[in-house]
């Protein structure tokens, strides 16, 4: 089935069709959200949400981008919604930033799908570090990089230029490796 047909039955109402774009899109949706939020019951939460505004909004996908970039568009601002609450609640009233002293979330036991079990410990540096990089970049990267989405998709995703996905992702590798030597450094 191509894309305009499953469009075309998701506009109008089909069940059948929606589970075969969840059953197609949950992983991906999952893995992407994760490899933002580096929470699973968050990234489940997420990718539940995902899958409704899908639903509840399709009659308004206007098909200017394809329903994979529309897919990766709400992951990463549903994602980074959760991220912005989680930091107001966290971060809220200055009684609790005074009094409290706030320890870096750290991704501990970080379980992502795509990583071997040899790499557990480098990907959970990996995904702390990228925690530090400013918000664009960060996206860049993780749906380059985990999702294997090409810079063209990525630009798309983003509602931007080539170029400025092509800045993104050179800064953001020049960050990790800033942020990342000092680690490095001591396990060689």
Request: hydrophobic fraction near 40%.
């Amino acid at each position: 089935m191509n894309q305009a047909d499953i469009i075309f039955k998701l506009k109008n109402g089909d069940t059948a069709a929606f589970q075969k774009v969840v059953l197609a899109w949950q992983d991906k949706v999952y893995n992407t959200s994760l490899s933002i939020v580096q929470h699973a019951q968050d990234a489940e939460d997420i990718t539940q949400e995902v899958f409704v505004t899908l639903y509840e909004r399709i009659a308004d996908f206007r098909e200017e981008a394809t329903l994979a970039t529309w897919m990766y568009r709400i992951t990463v601002s549903k994602s980074l919604d959760h991220e912005k609450r989680k930091r107001r609640s966290k971060y809220g009233g200055l009684v609790r930033r005074i009094f409290f002293i706030t320890q870096e979330d750290e991704p501990l036991n970080f379980d992502h799908p795509g990583i071997l079990l040899d790499n557990k410990e480098k990907a959970a540096v990996l995904f702390k570090a990228l925690k530090k990089l400013p918000e664009k970049q960060r996206i860049v990267f993780t749906l380059h990089k985990t999702e294997g989405l090409s810079y063209h998709e990525i630009a798309r995703v983003m509602n931007t230029s080539l170029y400025a996905i092509e800045s993104l992702q050179t800064r953001a590798k020049n960050n990790l490796k800033e942020i990342l030597k000092s680690y490095y450094q001591q396990h060689l």
